[in-house]
C-alpha cells in the first residue's frame, strides 16, 4: 500500500538524503512560485500595498544620493562664485541661495519618506507574516488530520511532520527576503544607471570581486540545511526530553524515579552534539567568509582610487566624486547583500521542500467516488472474511484469519493477552486500518465503499490511551460530537449515562469548569473520574457501534462493572464491542472473542468458554482465584 508522496513511501523506508549538488540546490528553488502563491491568497490586497511602496522606497537612495550631488556642485559654484556671505540672514534672503534651499528641502522630504516609507513596509510585511504562519497552521493541522493513522506511527513521517511545523513559522521571514531582494533589485538598477553613465568600468569591477562571496554563502547555506535535516531525529528527541524534563503530567514519576539528571544529561549530551555539528559550518563559513569579504574591500578601494583621481585631473566634478564613491560603495553592499540573500533564499527554499512535500503525503483510507448510503439502521451487522493485518514495516501479522460476525445489537467482548490483536481489531472495524488481506463487510457490502465520515460518525470508539483535553468539562464530553456542541441537554444526558455527572457535579465551576493542570484555572482528575468523562464521549456520539478499549482500567472492580452494566442497559439496539481484563465485566456480553498471537482461539459465551476448558477456562481461573 504506497502512499502518494513526492519520494519513498514513508513507513519503513529512509527518505531521500537532502540535495547536496548545485543543480539540485537551484532546483530547489521552484518552491518560490507556490510559496509566493500561497502569501498572495493570504492576503491580496496586502501584498499590492507592499510591492507599491517598496517600489517607491527603492528609488529614494539613487534620489537621495543625486540630490546630494546636487547639493555638493551648488555649494561648490557658490563658493568659486564668491557670492556667500557669512551673516546668517543674509543665507535666508540671497535670491543665489534659493536654488541650494530648494535642494536642501528635497533632500529633507526624501529622507522623511524614506523613514515612513520604511516603517509602513515593515508593519505590512509583518502583518503578512503573521497571516502566512496562521494559515499554514491551519492548513497543515487539516492535511494531518486526512491523513491514515499508520503514518502517524511512522517515525519517518514524525520527522517531516516536525520539520514542516517548523516550516510553518521559520519560512515565515522569507516574505520579507524576497521582497526585500526585490526592491534591492530595483534599487542596483537605478544606481547601475548612474554608474554607466559615468563609468561602466565600474559595474565590471565590482561583479567580479562579488562573486566568490556568493559562491561561498551559497555552498555553506546548503551545509547548512544538510547538517539540520540530517539532525531532525535529534531534535524531536530534544523536544521530548524538553516535555518530560519540565511537564506536569511526568513530574510526579520523574522525581520519583529520580529521572532529573538523566534526563538533563540525555539532553545536554544531545544538545552538544548538534551545537558542535553547527559549529563546524559556522566556523568554515566565518573563515572564508572573511577571506571573500577582503576581496570585496579591495576591489571597492581601487575603484575609489581611481575616482579620486580621475576628479583630481577634472574629469569629474566634487559633487561626481561622492556621488560616484557613495553610489559605488551603496551598490556593492546591495551587489553583495542581493548576491548573500540569493544563496539564503536557495537554502531557504530548501527548507521550504520540507513543508511542501508534507502536503504532497496523500491517505490510502479514503472515500470512495459514489460511496454506499450508511445503512440507518444496520441489520445484519459487521462480518470479518479472512482479514489479516500487519503494520508497515513489520514482517509479523498483527492479526490473521479473522472470520466472526458482530451481529447488529449484539455486544461482543474480545479477551486476550497484551499483543493479542484486540486493539488492531476494532481499529480494523472502524476502518482507521485497511485489512491487508481478507475483507470486512457491513450489512454485506465492503466497509471500505462506505463514505469515511458516515462511518465513524456511526462508530464511537474510547480507547485506553484516550486523550485529556485541557479544555471545561462540557467540552471534554462534546469532543464525542464536537458538532453538537452547543447541546448542553445532551452533554449533560451523556455525563449522567457514564455516571460522570457525579465528577462534575463535585467541580468548583460544573460543567463549565476547566479541566487538567496545563492552564491556570483547571482542576484536575483522578485516572477514574478522567475515565468516566471519557467513557462519556461515547454516550455523546450516540452511535449505532460503541466500542470500548480498556477504557475503565483505573476504575475498581466495583466501579468498572457498574460502569459496563449501565453501558450493556443504555446501549439496548446498538452494537458494541468491548475490550477488558476483567471477566466481571466481560461475561455480560452476549458473545466473547478469545485472541491469542493475532488469531481467534475460541468464540463463545462465557459458560461456553469456561465448560470448553481453553485458554478463557485458564485466565478466568486465575483471576477468579485472586478474589477468593
Known amino acids: 500500500m504506497p502512499h502518494q508522496t513526492a519520494g519513498p513511501r514513508a513507513g519503513g523506508h529512509h527518505e531521500p538524503s537532502p540535495p547536496k549538488s548545485l543543480r539540485e540546490r537551484f532546483v530547489a528553488l521552484r518552491n518560490l512560485p507556490p510559496f509566493l502563491a500561497s502569501i498572495w491568497r493570504t492576503s491580496p490586497w496586502l501584498c499590492v500595498c507592499t510591492v507599491v511602496l517598496r517600489l517607491l522606497r527603492a528609488l529614494l537612495p539613487v534620489s537621495t544620493l543625486y540630490v546630494g550631488k546636487l547639493i555638493i556642485d551648488a555649494v561648490v559654484h557658490l563658493l568659486a562664485g564668491g557670492s556667500v556671505k557669512v551673516d546668517p540672514t543674509a543665507w535666508l534672503g540671497s535670491p543665489a541661495l534659493q536654488h541650494l534651499w530648494l535642494l536642501l528641502a528635497a533632500e529633507f522630504g526624501l529622507a522623511v519618506a524614506a523613514d515612513l516609507l520604511g516603517r509602513i513596509v515593515s508593519m505590512i510585511d509583518s502583518l503578512l507574516s503573521e497571516l502566512y504562519a496562521n494559515s499554514t497552521s491551519v492548513r497543515l493541522m487539516e492535511h494531518a488530520a486526512s491523513l491514515d493513522l499508520e503514518d502517524f506511527e511512522d517515525a519517518d513521517l514524525q520527522d517531516r511532520l516536525d520539520r514542516a511545523r517548523r516550516q510553518v ?11 526585500g531582494q526585490a526592491q534591492d533589485m530595483v534599487t542596483i538598477i537605478s544606481f547601475a544607471v548612474g554608474l554607466l553613465v559615468y563609468a561602466p568600468w565600474l559595474i565590471v569591477l565590482l561583479l567580479v570581486a562579488l562573486v566568490p562571496a556568493f559562491l561561498g554563502e551559497f555552498h555553506f547555506n546548503a551545509q547548512s540545511y544538510a547538517v539540520n535535516h540530517q539532525w531532525t531525529p535529534e531534535r524531536r528527541e530534544l523536544d521530548y526530553l524538553r516535555i518530560l524534563g519540565a511537564s506536569a503530567q511526568t513530574a510526579k514519576e520523574v522525581k ?3 529521572l532529573n539528571r538523566f534526563l538533563v544529561d540525555r539532553y545536554r549530551e544531545l544538545s552538544w552534539s548538534i551545537y558542535y555539528a553547527n559549529r563546524r559550518i559556522a566556523l568554515r563559513r566565518a573563515g572564508w567568509g572573511g577571506l571573500f569579504t577582503t576581496i570585496g574591500t579591495i576591489g571597492y578601494y581601487a575603484a575609489y582610487v581611481i575616482i579620486a583621481w580621475r576628479t583630481v585631473h577634472g574629469q569629474f566634478s566634487v559633487g561626481d566624486l561622492t556621488f560616484l564613491s557613495a553610489s559605488f560603495r551603496r551598490l556593492r553592499t546591495l551587489l553583495e547583500s542581493l548576491l548573500t540573500g540569493f544563496s539564503q533564499v536557495a537554502g531557504q527554499a530548501l527548507y ?25 439502521p444496520i441489520r445484519a451487522g459487521f462480518v470479518f ?13 498483527a492479526v490473521r484469519h479473522l472470520d466472526f460476525t458482530l451481529h447488529a445489537g449484539e455486544v461482543l467482548a474480545l479477551v486476550g493477552e497484551n499483543g493479542a490483536g484486540k486493539t488492531t481489531l476494532v481499529k480494523l472495524l472502524s476502518r482507521l486500518y485497511d485489512p491487508d488481506e481478507g475483507r470486512i463487510l457491513l450489512d454485506g ?17 474510547i480507547f485506553q490511551d484516550y ?8 467540552d471534554n464530553i462534546a469532543v464525542g460530537r464536537i458538532e453538537a456542541r452547543a447541546d448542553r441537554a445532551r452533554i449533560e444526558d451523556a455525563a449522567h449515562r457514564s455516571v460522570a455527572d457525579e465528577v462534575i457535579g463535585r467541580l468548583p465551576g460544573g460543567y463549565d469548569q476547566r479541566l487538567g493542570k496545563l492552564f491556570k484555572d483547571g482542576v484536575d482528575l483522578s485516572g477514574g473520574e478522567w475515565q468516566k468523562i471519557a467513557i462519556a464521549r461515547a454516550y455523546m456520539r450516540d452511535a449505532q457501534l460503541l466500542i470500548l478499549d480498556e ?18 442497559e443504555l446501549s439496548h439496539e446498538r452494537s458494541a464491542v468491548v475490550i477488558s481484563h476483567r471477566f466481571s465485566t466481560v461475561r455480560m456480553a452476549d458473545r466473547i472473542i478469545v485472541m491469542e498471537g493475532g488469531r481467534i482461539e475460541a468464540i463463545g459465551s462465557h459458560d461456553e468458554l469456561v465448560s470448553a476448558g481453553g485458554r478463557y ?12
Request: proline share 7%; hydrophobic share 45%; net charge negative.
Open 467 to 474: 486523550v485529556r483535553y485541557h479544555f471545561d468539562a462540557a
Open 445 to 461: 457490502h465492503p466497509l471500505a465503499e462506505y463514505d469515511l465520515e458516515a462511518l465513524r460518525a456511526n462508530v464511537g470508539v
Open 551 to 568: 477504557p475503565t482500567a483505573a476504575l475498581d472492580a466495583r466501579a468498572e462493572f457498574e460502569v459496563f452494566q449501565r453501558f450493556k
Open 256 to 258: 520519583s524515579f529520580g
Open 385 to 397: 472474511e479472512d482479514v489479516g493485518f500487519r503494520y508497515p514495516g513489520s514482517e509479523r501479522w
Open 352 to 376: 521550504l521542500d520540507d513543508l511542501f512535500s508534507f502536503f504532497q503525503i496523500r491517505p490510502e483510507i479514503l472515500s470512495p467516488a459514489q460511496p454506499r448510503p450508511f445503512p440507518q
Open 617 to 628: 477456562a485458564e485466565l478466568f481461573e486465575l483471576q477468579a482465584a485472586g478474589y477468593r
Open 169 to 179: 513559522a521559520g519560512r515565515s521571514s522569507l516574505l520579507t527576503q524576497l521582497l
